[in-house]
């Protein structure tokens, strides 16, 4: 086999930059997959706030009727009380609770620094997630 001058150390190249390529992919992965982690721990904490919202019925009225309805003020309490306790709330920036008589609803905003991504981002803001959740009282079977 005759071999060309020219053709030394080209599989090496090859090889590293398919390696810089795999590298550059897998950065890219760890911060999607972060952001995607992010939302559902944040989806978590907001459906645990409007569940724990929806304990807030009002006594005297179920009494009287006993039909289910929320406190209002009770129900936005229990959420943001519960919003409080939870311990995965590194990304969250800010949470909004809302109540009716019928249902609870908690929206939370979070946010997620990227690393890989940050460098082709360069001045763009960190990545918002927001995750919303409704919760209405029902009736044990």
């Known amino acids: 086999m005759i071999r060309h001058r020219s ?19 897998g950065g890219i992965s760890l911060d999607l997959w972060r952001a995607f982690s992010e939302r559902r721990a944040l989806a978590g904490v907001v459906d645990a706030a409007a569940v724990a919202g929806s304990n ?16 209002r003020a009770l129900a936005e309490q229990l959420a943001t009380d519960n919003l409080a306790a939870q311990s995965d709330t590194r990304s969250l920036v800010s949470a909004d609770v809302a109540a009716t008589t019928t249902e609870v ?7 997620v620094n990227f690393t890989l991504l940050s ?19 029902r009736r044990s079977p």
Do not use: N
């Not at 090496?12 to 550059?24: A, E």
């Not at 807030?56 to 406190?71: K, V």
């Not at 460098?119 to 009282?137: L, N, Q, R, W, Y």
């Open 7 to 25: 053709e030394h150390g080209s599989i090496t190249l090859w090889v590293l930059g398919l390696c810089m390529m795999m590298l550059f992919l």
């Open 119 to 137: 460098i082709f981002m360069a001045g763009e803001k960190p990545f918002t997630v927001s995750v919303e959740a409704t919760a209405d009282p």
């Open 56 to 71: 807030g019925i009002d006594a005297d009225y179920f009494r009287r009727t006993s039909q289910l309805r929320l406190d």
């Open 105 to 111: 609803t908690v929206r939370a905003t979070g946010r």
